[in-house]
């Protein structure tokens, strides 16, 4: 399969027993490209929003992984396993609430887990670990599929923060369901929010999208409500950091609010995610929300937007009721209402 066919940017690869990645935090103004052979930096580019994306930093995870099993001394397996598992914690702490990421860090500690020498054990991860990124776009695409046929010809959607080729290896989950309506032969249109603070909607989304040639207007997040109320958007998709059984759906802070919009103004309002995304044991009150620090509110790059000393609440993502949502669009197919009963049909449908 040609990357080139759907997008160019690929966000994360493994090339010569090292990690390559796009370095998100220099976009849209430039398009560089990093390399690591360490796997703290891994988890510092995790931390720092280097690489973010759930199916993508679950894909980072797992490279991170291989890189710790090449940089590991050990002489035995149970030496290489003990490396492992101090890598994996440190990748976890880096992003708490995304799933994909605990997912990637446990396909390669299984995989680790099975093989008997070391030289063995290290090939396999890194096969495996090249598997889950190959897999990504493949599921990402089929996922596109079954989203595309929810959205019609001449359809307005408005996605909000990135879920596209940057949160992914490349395709995108929301908005490879976009690439894949477009591909389908319908012509549609975007609307992107900015996605405050950290702007990966006007930074990211409007960057790949006006890079792929689709149509995409910028909105700053406060013009939801007037962009709905004015009929100028027909229908919503956003991706997730974390699904539960019950459909409960973490994101991109701000994503409630313009589910809340959506149900107010009767504009579908769809996820798109893959099965990794989705923790089917967590109930609500587990789920730890990402606090991030009060900098990225009060300023903007190094020029102040806040007076000094105030306090700031900025959580990383907030939690959208199912009784909210139309649809869950997945690579099984899109799970609807009453969603514990369907989701749960998805993954059985999968095995």
Same mark, same amino acid.
């Given at each position: 399969?040609?990357?080139?066919?759907?997008?160019?940017?690929?966000?994360?690869?493994?090339?010569?027993?090292?990690?390559?990645?796009?370095?998100?935090?220099?976009?849209?103004?430039?398009?560089?490209?990093?390399?690591?052979?360490?796997?703290?930096?891994?988890?510092?580019?995790?931390?720092?929003?280097?690489?973010?994306?759930?199916?993508?930093?679950? %894909?980072?995870? +797992?490279? *991170? !992984?291989?890189?710790?099993?090449?940089?590991? /001394?050990?002489? &035995?397996?149970?030496?290489? =396993?003990?490396?492992?598992?101090?890598?994996?914690?440190?990748?976890?702490?880096?992003?708490?609430?995304? %799933?994909?990421? +605990?997912? *990637? !860090?446990?396909?390669?500690?299984?995989?680790? /887990?099975?093989? &008997?020498?070391?030289?063995? =054990?290290?090939?396999?991860?890194?096969?495996?670990?090249?598997?889950?990124?190959?897999?990504?776009?493949?599921?990402?695409?089929?996922? *596109?599929?079954?989203?595309?046929?929810?959205?019609?010809?001449?359809? &307005?959607?408005?996605?909000?923060?990135?879920?596209?080729?940057?949160?992914?290896?490349?395709?995108?989950?929301?908005?490879?369901?976009?690439?894949?309506?477009?591909?389908?032969?319908?012509?549609?249109?975007?609307?992107?929010?900015?996605?405050?603070?950290?702007?990966?909607?006007?930074?990211?989304?409007?960057?790949?999208?006006?890079?792929?040639?689709?149509?995409?207007?910028?909105?700053?997040?406060?013009?939801?409500?007037?962009?709905?109320?004015?009929?100028?958007?027909?229908?919503?998709?956003?991706?997730?950091?974390?699904?539960?059984?019950?459909?409960?759906?973490?994101?991109?802070?701000?994503?409630?609010?313009?589910?809340?919009?959506?149900?107010?103004?009767?504009?579908?309002?769809?996820?798109?995610?893959?099965?990794?995304?989705?923790?089917?044991?967590?109930?609500?009150?587990?789920?730890?929300?990402?606090?991030?620090?009060?900098?990225?509110?009060?300023?903007?790059?190094?020029?102040?937007?806040?007076?000094?000393?105030?306090?700031?609440?900025?959580?990383?993502?907030?939690?959208?009721?199912?009784?909210?949502?139309?649809?869950?669009?997945?690579?099984?197919?899109?799970?609807?209402?009453?969603?514990?009963?369907?989701?749960?049909?998805?993954?059985?449908?999968?095995?």
């Amino acid at each position: 399969m040609k990357m080139e066919s759907f997008s160019s940017l690929k966000t994360i690869e493994w090339k010569n027993n090292s990690v390559i990645m796009i370095d998100q935090t220099k976009l849209p103004t430039d398009l560089v490209y990093v390399t690591y052979t360490d796997y703290h930096d891994v988890a510092n580019a995790i931390k720092t929003l280097i690489i973010r994306g759930a199916p993508a930093i679950g %894909v980072a995870g +797992a490279f *991170g !992984l291989a890189l710790a099993a090449l940089q590991s /001394k050990a002489t &035995t397996k149970d030496e290489l =396993i003990s490396d492992l598992g101090q890598a994996k914690q440190i990748l976890f702490e880096t992003r708490p609430t995304a %799933v994909n990421l +605990a997912w *990637g !860090l446990e396909q390669i500690m299984s995989v680790a /887990k099975q093989g &008997t020498s070391i030289n063995e =054990i290290k090939d396999s991860i890194i096969s495996a670990a090249k598997q889950i990124a190959d897999d990504d776009i493949k599921t990402n695409m089929i996922m *596109g599929k079954h989203g595309s046929q929810l959205f019609d010809n001449n359809d &307005t959607i408005m996605t909000h923060c990135n879920a596209g080729s940057l949160a992914t290896v490349a395709y995108g989950t929301a908005l490879g369901v976009i690439r894949a309506t477009k591909e389908s032969g319908k012509n549609i249109k975007v609307i992107a929010t900015e996605t405050r603070p950290v702007q990966q909607g006007s930074r990211l989304t409007a960057f790949e999208l006006h890079h792929d040639g689709i149509n995409v207007s910028l909105i700053p997040d406060t013009a939801v409500g007037y962009t709905m109320a004015n009929k100028l958007a027909d229908k919503v998709v956003v991706g997730a950091d974390r699904i539960l059984r019950t459909g409960h759906v973490y994101n991109k802070i701000g994503t409630y609010q313009v589910a809340l919009m959506a149900k107010q103004h009767g504009i579908p309002f769809y996820v798109a995610a893959p099965l990794s995304t989705f923790d089917m044991k967590s109930n609500p009150q587990d789920v730890i929300i990402e606090q991030r620090k009060g900098t990225e509110v009060t300023q903007l790059g190094d020029k102040k937007t806040a007076p000094d000393g105030i306090n700031v609440i900025n959580p990383a993502f907030d939690m959208t009721p199912p009784e909210l949502i139309s649809g869950i669009i997945t690579e099984a197919g899109v799970a609807k209402p009453p969603f514990e009963e369907s989701i749960k049909k998805l993954f059985e449908a999968k095995k």
